[in-house]
């Protein structure tokens, strides 16, 4: 589904992303570990074509397709999401708006007719029971003075809405009190279908106690210095990233 | 009987013409009005049109749209149409009272001046002056001094007729008020009408101003309107200016607010050539609240400016102040507002804002927030910016995939609607939503059904 070989990209001359190397296929759950400023959301705002980044090097295929070809928008009607590290406040533009022009453009996309205003409001309805998300929220501008908390559960409520075959989650279990992990956690597991794929960056082995990986890579200054299974995760839950950093530097030197 | 005028040198042609029909003017209109003629044309001979040079117009260059080649009516033209077949406004569901002022002269079916059943009095402010001479004397000429510039000067040494609207003790005006400013001519036209606005204590209205051209000529409109809000009143006004390109607006307002009253205004610049609104706000007794806002929108090589001076006399007074620009080519902005706090006005609370967003390298916004705080028990904030559209914001949303152009469009969209959604009638708010989406999109703005499709 996704193949990303020796991807190199850079912000302001600085290299950030020096090779990546990452294959994912339908059904499967991938973690991305790593220390702060290793790359992780760097990787993820590449994926999802901001221009910031420039990329120098490699090559990135969705269903077969050269990702470098599409614009973010049709990145996003293609099946690709991403749930935002800092998810972004738009005040004046209401929830319903952007949802109903977001859905409606990915109808468009696939041939379909736009929704009528009633299947938009039960579709409304069904996801936000989906990811337990309060009607107060959605009758807002976009994220305009959501908490933290509630800033992750919009971005699976986002999800929900537009089905997605690969979603990166960035980060999505920062910041949340443990019921609101599991709410997320179990919104993603629902959404989770044979056909589709996840992304989960995290910092915290916690979420992969809800959300369990087929493979956990470890991203360490730009590179993907480690894949396993799951038990990864538990293994850096408890040693920290220093080892890793320090074989890696080793190497390097 | 109209008197047609070319003005050359601008300042010497006006005084020539001033002086060529001083008579005809002193003639036509009443003593009220005439009482500061004298005086109002020495004023302009002292200072003139504003340049550049002066601090306060630096950003507004007055000489070229002055230096026109335009007529000038003593008398109103003879219309031979009935202004309904022309013009229809086409807010549904706007229940108002409509008046008319045709390139400035009041045009109605019916009376010049109407008295209601409640009290009201509304219609042309020459008729009023002639029956009402104390009640338009008493307040005639008392804010917007002569002293004050070149326009307001110009004005009201030429000045004729306009619109008067007098709501008395105790009564709250059901109807919404509805001023059409219709320019329609085939000769480019100079226009200097004069408005009075009088809320006695306790009294509530809401205004609606709409300012069209309807016919493709060059028109200059100098006005000055002067309102009074007296104790406790409430007067809500929502300007829509909609001109066409080759039409120059210079309005200056000058509010005079007693005792806990509360005066909005609300200035939406849709369109035209260059629009340059003063707005002065004077709080002149305790417990006033008084918001004035305005949006613009500019493209091509438009110009709008929008001054305003809100001064806190008094203690007590509230004062918000919001202005927002999208300016899009070579369009070019630009906003000064000054807050004036007197020594004894404590417990002021003023806020002004003013947010700017460019579409293009070439478009400029000049904003410059001026405070002066002589009170030392006041909340005062301000801020202004001048950016671009949020790039972290689009983003988001075209990975939503929401298309740029759309995304681009619900942005400015979103940005613009703080000032409209401050819009109290309803069917107006849902209408000028729908004209500035209509305008965010390059699609055509004119915003009535009428025949005409002027430039
Ligand atoms: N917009 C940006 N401008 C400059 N540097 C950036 C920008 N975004 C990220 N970086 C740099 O890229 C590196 C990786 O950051 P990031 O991808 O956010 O890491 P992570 O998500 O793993 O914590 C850091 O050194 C960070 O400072
Ligand atoms: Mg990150």
Known sequence: ?253 | MSFIAKMLDVKEELLELYEANSDTLNLNSSEVMNGFREEAIMQFRKKGIPTRKNEDYKYTELEPVFQKDYKYRFAPKKITFAVDDIFKCDVPELDTKILILLNGWFISDEAQLQELDNGVIIGSLAEAAKQYPDLVGEHYGQHAKTSIDGLVALNTAFAQDGIFIYVPKNVVVAHDIQIINILLDDESLIVQHRNLFIMEENSEAKLVICDHTLSESEFLTNSVTEIVAKSNSRLDIVKMQNEHNKATQLSSTFISQKRSSNVSTNIISLHGGMIRNNVQVVMEEEGCENSTFGLFLVDKKQHVSNHTIVEHASPNCRSTQKFKGVLDDQGTGAFNGRILVHPDAQKTEAFQSNNNILLTDEATMNTKPMLEIYADDVKCSHGATVGQLDEDALFYLRTRGIGQREARLMLMFAFAYEIIGEIKVIPLRDRVNDLVEKRLCGELSRCNNCAMHCG
Do not use: C
């Not at chain 1, 049709?74 to 929830?95: H, N």
């Not at chain 1, 708006?97 to 109808?107: G, I, L, P, Q, S």
């Not at chain 1, 996840?198 to 210095?225: A, C, E, K, S």
């Open chain 1, 1 to 253: 589904m996704l193949h990303i070989k020796n991807l190199h990209a850079s912000i302001d001359g600085k290299e950030i992303l020096r090779g990546i190397n990452l294959d994912v296929n339908p059904g499967e759950i991938h973690a991305i570990m790593g220390p702060n400023g290793s790359g992780k959301s760097t990787l993820a705002s590449v994926l999802t074509g901001r221009d910031i980044f420039e990329v120098t090097d490699g090559e990135i295929t969705f269903e077969g397709v050269n990702l470098f070809d599409l614009n973010p928008e049709d990145r996003s009607r293609s099946g690709i999401f991403l749930g935002f590290q800092y998810p972004i406040e738009i005040p004046g533009v209401s929830m319903v708006n952007f949802m109903k022009t977001a859905v409606n453009e990915h109808r468009k996309f696939r041939g379909q007719k736009a929704m009528t205003a009633g299947e938009f409001l039960q579709l409304m309805r069904d996801k936000k029971a989906l990811v337990e998300i309060d009607s107060r929220l959605t009758n807002r501008s976009v994220n305009e003075g959501f908490s933290g908390g509630e800033k992750k559960k919009n971005e699976i409520f986002q999800m929900a809405m537009l089905e997605p075959k690969l979603a990166i989650l960035d980060e999505t279990d920062s910041g949340l009190d443990i019921d609101a992990l599991r709410i997320v956690a179990n919104g993603v597991n629902k959404l989770k279908r044979p056909d589709n794929a996840t992304i989960v960056i995290t910092h915290y082995q916690r979420l992969l106690d809800y959300i369990v990986p087929d493979f956990v890579h470890v991203l360490y200054n730009g590179q993907i210095v480690l894949s396993a299974g799951k038990e990864l995760a538990l293994e850096l839950e408890e040693k920290g990233y220093d080892w890793i950093k320090k074989e890696v530097d080793q190497v390097q030197i």
